[in-house]
């Protein structure tokens, strides 16, 4: 029986994605290690997908514990597919023969920093399609409603941290398991959601980065006024939008723009 946790499980594979910095591979042997029930959850979740069946394997039949390469006998009658081993030294080989492999032991299941992704955002009530592309190092989770206005949410994928306004916090310190059933730490979230910014000072930041901060702080105004011109509309239909426009450039949310540029971006 496992002496370990749903969470120790957990930090084991976070601690596995921040590692290899790529996707991973679970295998047969390493998840039967794991509480009963793990597995499944993780793959109800999303953390874990199922992946190819593995091609190489550590072979138990003696005490080198080699990791060798399984031949696969496939039949039309999947009950008759086999497996097996055939050990790379000859004496050996001529005392074991073929080391037959159970087909169970051939599967694996998948790892990475995009299925994380979509789990976060699942738990953050993150609604948005999240992009993604060849080696990003920050995935866009969608946007949080904070006290004062809206602030994107983003991981990192190289050590697996979560930023909102412009303050940073590990994923493990964040996302665990509550009797078998895993939570994000909203008074955490909250807690960074509404505290100040840090002004992070004169550091360089590479043209195609700033360009990516600008936009992404001009898509979290917009949204701010597309929810305050919803509110008012509410308060006071039938108005013209000019009028909306005009009250929405006196709140702070406007941050000095005119009310026609308002009036452009609130619909």
Known sequence: MSTMTYNDVLVELLAHLRTENKSIMVNWDTAQQWP????????QLGLLIPAPAAQSIECHAC???CFMDVIT???DDPALTRAFIVCDDAEMQSQMGRVKIPLLR??????????????????????????????????KLGMLKA????????????????????HTVPVDEVLYFDNKELVIDRYK????????????????????????????ETQAMHQDWQDEYSRLKVQHPNMADTWYAAKISKLDIAKGRDAETIRKNMV
């Open 147 to 166: 006290k004062k206005g809206r602030r994107w949410a983003t991981l990192n994928g190289s050590d697996l941290s979560i930023e909102i306004n412009q």
């Open 36 to 43: 009963e029930g793990v597995l499944n959850t993780f793959l």
């Open 189 to 216: 979230i909250d807690d960074l959601l509404n505290s100040e910014a840090l002004n992070k000072g004169k550091k360089y930041t590479p043209s195609t980065t700033k360009r990516e901060v600008r936009k992404s």
């Open 63 to 65: 005490d080198n514990h």
């Open 106 to 139: 051939l599967q694996q299941w998948q790892g990475s920093v995009k299925q994380l992704s979509g789990v976060i955002a699942d738990l953050l009530g993150l609604k948005d399609k999240i992009t993604f592309a060849a080696n990003q190092a920050v995935i």
């Open 73 to 75: 006998l496939v039949h």
